[in-house]
């Protein structure tokens, strides 16, 4: 079997090592690809979604599976359901409920699932009049269209939302994706993160994840695509869990069938629980979660292929998850600047000692790496995610924080503090 993989980050090269561990992958094509899984699969750049078609036809791929959501926006899964071509994820019309998120938000109020109170606009001066009705801050603007996740802002009075505003509608500082906003109401709580696998009927909730947005220890400066993570989240008890199946997993089924859409993949749903455990959704994304994916995936114990296979069978009534019951903990290394500017192309060392065995207890996926003779150079702001189990949270920090001490890299950056809200419940 030969298996096509779409994406670049430590997400991928997680899944390109789950997907390493059935035996009938022959070949894994990585598309792009980084240093670490160009180890595991032949790395291949192609730049247009026909070119990937293209090269799914010569190469007889039998499936191709994605990592980022840009890719299935652009409606990835269409045309290689046009053409005849194995592949899993939401076709375009579906992924909107990510690269929308007007869409999302009218889809959340229509099956009527949990989120935050908002109001939608298209025209710069009515948001302005809006600004001025006396209403209640912090409040959230967010841009609709898909901004890197950097279309999000928590503004604290009149004058600093009248200024992302005119950054959105007028300075276009996100293009097309600023042309419709909303203003939504500010939740207060934990967030955390559920992905479920969902092929159109039935639907397998995957273990609970957390990240860490920010740059800075104790969650200050920034916002990055994520510094660490860990699997399962404490905060998600099995009664929150029950609550968000109940709440949110069932009528989004219901709304995905009323309105027809084909969506089979991974559902992601951003979460905020309050202090008295209410679930709002936050937002979805339309496929896997990174850095939540590395700490996510090594924890289940069913082949990644199969459950894909389910997916685009649509035949995942007949799976059942196993889960295993150690905690995963991932530890982000990045290059200092990120997420501003950065240097690239410094030597790695120390990765000799994590060869990722599948049974493993601490695996280093890549995220922004490059292979070079026989070197791993840095290639982009987020380096390495090292993940580590342990019998409790603290302990996979323990193990995380030690294997990161045997890695190196001129300028590293990491977050010495990955964890520390869950190891406050767990004690
Ligand atoms: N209504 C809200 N109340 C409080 N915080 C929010 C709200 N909406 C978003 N946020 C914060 O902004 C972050 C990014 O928002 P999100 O909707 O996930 O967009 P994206 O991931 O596309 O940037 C969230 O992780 C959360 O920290
Ligand atoms: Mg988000």
Redesign the pocket.
Known sequence: MKVMLIGSGGREHCIAWKVMQNPEVKELYCVPGNGGMSSLGICYTLNTLQDMVQFAKEKEISLTLIGPEAPLAKGVVDLFKTEGLAIVGPNQNAARLESS?VYAKEFMKKYKIPT?QFEVFNRFDSVISYLKSGLNFPL?I?ADGL?A????F?VEDEEEARDVVVDLMVGKIFGDAGNQIII?????GE?ATIMFLFDGKSYCVLPSSQDH?RIGDSDVGP?TGGMGAYSPAPLITDQILKKIEISIIHPFIEGIQQEKLDYRGVVYL?L?ITHHSEVHV??FNVRLGDPETQVVLPRLKNDWLDLNMALYRSSLSEVKLEVDTQNLLGVVLTSRGYPGNYEIGKKINGLEDFPNEPQGKVLVFHAGTQRRDNQILTAGGRVLNVCAFGDTLKNAAYNAYLAVGKIGFENIYYRKDIGYRAFRREE
């Open positions: 998120k935050a959230v967010k901004a996740g950097k279309g999000v928590i939504e109401e500010c939740l207060e967030e947005k916002n951003g905020m936050l937002e």
